[in-house]
């Protein structure tokens, strides 16, 4: 019989790489961009915004790119870790007004695994 | 500090069944969100609460799916009747200033 799967994309890494998600995003008008992680059974986790008048953001380990002559948004994590083991998204949105970032859209999410 | 808490955490009804989902979102937030999640993708917006004022429910399907926020605290998203497609995981979320902090969701599952 037909089988559905998830086809989500995938990323592969060995404890202590680095690693690259990538994402592209379609409304030239949004104003902020979030990436989230989410693991099994859990909502979303926020992990780092930027704002489009910016092109690149460091936290802790996270370092997130904008590119928005291609739209394209990126997560680096350095020396990942088997924690980081999740679904990651990427988000945007148009801020609505006060302080809410209002709707969010998020884009298809990457499974990121990190082998010990 | 608790985070979102949403409940119950799973849900299985037969179709054309009722059902509802209840969210107490972190203390002082004043936005307050539901999202539909399919399996392998991302959280889809049904509706946004700025306290009790329903602000954005434009992608609410309104023929089955009502909420409410009485007292701009706790929500309650209700689907009737369900149906089989409804089978998700809704999830909550509750935002002070830009951050959504989300809640665990509650998996729906509709036979």
């Known amino acids: 019989g037909e089988s559905v799967g998830l086809h989500l994309p995938t990323l592969s890494v060995q404890e202590g790489d680095n690693s690259i998600i990538n994402c592209a995003y379609s409304n030239s008008a949004s104003d902020y961009f979030i990436w989230y992680k989410q693991e099994s059974g859990k909502g979303p986790q926020f992990i780092i915004d930027?704002?489009?008048?910016?092109d690149k953001r460091q936290g802790q380990r996270v370092t997130v790119l904008l590119n928005k002559t291609v739209k394209h948004l990126s997560l680096q994590i350095a020396a990942t870790q088997p924690g980081d083991s999740a679904v990651y998204f990427c988000?945007?949105?148009?801020?609505?007004?006060?302080?809410?970032?209002?709707?969010?859209?998020f884009g298809q999410g990457t499974i990121l695994t990190v082998h010990p | 500090e608790a985070g979102v808490v949403q409940s119950p955490r799973y849900k299985i009804i037969e179709k054309k069944q009722p059902v509802a989902f209840w969210c107490n979102p972190i203390?002082?937030?004043?936005?307050l969100y539901w999202y539909l999640q399919n399996l392998g993708q991302g959280p889809e917006l049904l509706i946004r609460?700025?306290?009790?004022?329903?602000?954005?429910d434009s992608q609410l399907p309104k023929d089955r799916f009502s909420a409410e926020r009485l007292k701009g605290v706790d929500s309650t998203l209700k689907i009737q009747p369900a149906e089989l497609g409804d089978s998700a995981v809704y999830l909550c979320?509750?935002?002070?200033?830009?951050?959504?902090?989300f809640g665990p969701g509650t998996r729906l599952t509709v036979l």
């Open positions: 979320a509750s935002s002070l200033d830009h951050e959504q902090f």
């Open positions: 203390s002082g937030h004043n936005t």
């Open positions: 609460y700025e306290n009790e004022e329903a602000v954005d």
């Open positions: 930027i704002r489009s008048n910016m």
């Open positions: 988000a945007e949105t148009e801020v609505a007004g006060g302080t809410s970032y209002g709707k969010l859209t």
